[in-house]
């Protein structure tokens, strides 16, 4: 590399922090020979979410997505683990959870933010700057440019985990016609921890750094149909996304990022009280959520969640509002999965409402719904009953 290019280097890392860029890195615009064969494999045991890009090609050879690429910038961006004094989720008022990955404003538009004022920065120094920038939705995978532009290791739990900044990161690149030196992998590793895959509540980490994603509760989340009763209990009150093989990872202890101000979290947002969500309107929900990521499925999947979590709490007091959304919404998998909490919460007026939808339910999978809970809360008497004639009254 020239002495011009190595100058340029240091100034922009130097720059970094003052476009709003946590850490910034370089990586070769070579094909991505080895991630080919893992994307291939990953897509052959049927363990891809559907939210990649589906042409591997394109993926692993940034020259088939720019013109004579010769480096890939790299940023990262680091935000907040922590709520700080977090409303309390109690009976009669239980609120559901948020992933981190979802707080503040959507991290793609200040990614792109801060990626549009580097590429300005450099263009003032390179006017022949040529440079096409991605997060999230672009063709390459943004893990394996920042592993390789040595903005952190490639850790068990599938997290780019950088050695500062711990996995709490989002990513991004620029692909462009700079003739940068590339960076040095980070070599810092996992060892011998196995946290993230033992806390897996799913086991959805199949191996080191190798997730099933369809039984990743983040994208089971993110999902729009009626859920099995196993990923219904196991998602417990998380509304969109899921961050336990980060929070039980040791290298993000004590690690919470409170300098990019978009980024931090509204309570009443993050941590929302659930029953008044089982009814918000089209446009309630746009104004309260348009502007972070967890917007982009629209509201129905955060409701069914909302519905879950109700079950999961086994908040009798939200019977009536569980009823209402049995009898009265319009989506099936909403009536669906209602009809599941109420047989989680079980009691004379679930039951009775579940006895009268089943006459009335018109949609297949949701009468099937009805009929499980119904099943499930005869189940549930009947071990009370031989439970009672055994002389065991719970105590
Ligand atoms: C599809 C997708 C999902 C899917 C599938 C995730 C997955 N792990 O494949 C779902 C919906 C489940 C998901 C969930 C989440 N996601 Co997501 N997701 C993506 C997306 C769009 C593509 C990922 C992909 O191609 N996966 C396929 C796998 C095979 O490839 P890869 O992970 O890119 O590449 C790595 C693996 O192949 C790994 N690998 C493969 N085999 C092996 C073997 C060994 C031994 C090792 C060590 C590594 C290894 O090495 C590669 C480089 O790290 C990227 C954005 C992008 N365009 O890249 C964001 C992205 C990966 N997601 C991100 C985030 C934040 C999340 C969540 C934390 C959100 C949440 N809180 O709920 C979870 C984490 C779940 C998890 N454990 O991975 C961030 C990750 C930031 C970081 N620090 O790593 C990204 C990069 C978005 C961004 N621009 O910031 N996501
Ligand atoms: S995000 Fe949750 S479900 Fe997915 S791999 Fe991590 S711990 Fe498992
Ligand atoms: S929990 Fe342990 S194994 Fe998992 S990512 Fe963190 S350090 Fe690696």
């Not at 590793?189 to 039984?215: E, F, M, W, Y």
């Not at 899921?242 to 101000?261: A, I, L």
């Not at 008044?276 to 967890?294: A, C």
């Not at 009268?356 to 949609?363: H, I, N, T, V």
């Amino acid at each position: 590399m020239s002495d011009k290019w190595e100058k340029l280097k240091a100034e922009m890392q130097a720059a970094a922090k003052s476009l709003g860029i946590d850490k910034i890195g370089i990586a070769s615009a070579d094909p991505f020979v080895s991630l080919k064969q893992i994307l291939l494999r990953h897509r052959e045991l049927g363990r891809e979410s559907g939210f990649e890009e589906p042409d591997i090609e394109k993926r692993t050879n940034p020259a088939l997505l720019f013109d004579n690429p010769q480096s890939i910038i790299a940023i990262a961006i680091a935000y907040p683990s922590k709520l700080k004094d977090p409303p309390k989720s109690e009976p009669g008022a239980r609120r559901g959870i948020m992933s981190r990955s979802a707080w503040g404003e959507d991290y793609h538009k200040v990614l792109r933010d801060r990626l549009a004022k580097l590429e300005a920065w450099l263009r003032e120094r390179v006017p022949e700057l040529r440079a096409e920038s991605m997060v999230d939705t672009g063709a390459l995978s943004d893990r394996a440019v920042a592993e390789r532009a040595g903005i952190g290791w490639s850790a068990k739990n599938c997290s780019i985990i950088s050695p500062e900044l711990g996995s709490w990161i989002y990513l991004g690149e620029m692909i462009t016609n700079l003739p940068f030196a590339p960076d040095e992998p980070v070599t810092e590793s996992c060892g011998t921890c196995t946290k993230c895959i033992d806390a897996c509540p799913t086991d959805a980490l199949v191996g080191p750094g190798q997730l099933n994603s369809s039984r990743c509760i983040s994208f089971v989340t993110q999902t729009k149909g009626m859920l099995s009763d196993e990923f219904m209990r196991k998602i417990g009150n998380r509304l969109y996304g899921c961050d336990t093989c980060q929070t039980v990872c040791p290298v993000n202890r004590g690690k919470s990022w409170t300098h990019q101000p978009e980024l931090q979290p509204e309570h009443e947002l993050v941590k929302p009280l659930l029953v008044p969500l089982l009814t918000i309107g089209n446009k309630e929900f746009q104004s309260r959520y348009g502007r972070t990521s967890s917007a982009w499925r629209g509201k129905k999947p955060i409701q069914r969640n909302a519905v879950i979590a109700l079950g999961n709490f086994k908040e009798a007091s939200a019977v009536p509002d569980l009823i209402r959304v049995l009898e009265q919404d319009t989506r099936p998998v909403l009536r669906g999965t209602a009809a599941w909490s109420l047989g989680r919460i079980g009691g004379e007026q679930a039951s009775a409402a579940l006895q009268a939808a089943s006459d009335k339910e018109s949609d297949e999978e949701a009468l099937q719904m009805i009929h499980n809970a119904l099943f499930a809360l005869s189940e549930g008497k009947r071990t009370e009953q031989s439970a009672i004639e055994a002389g065991d009254h719970g105590e």
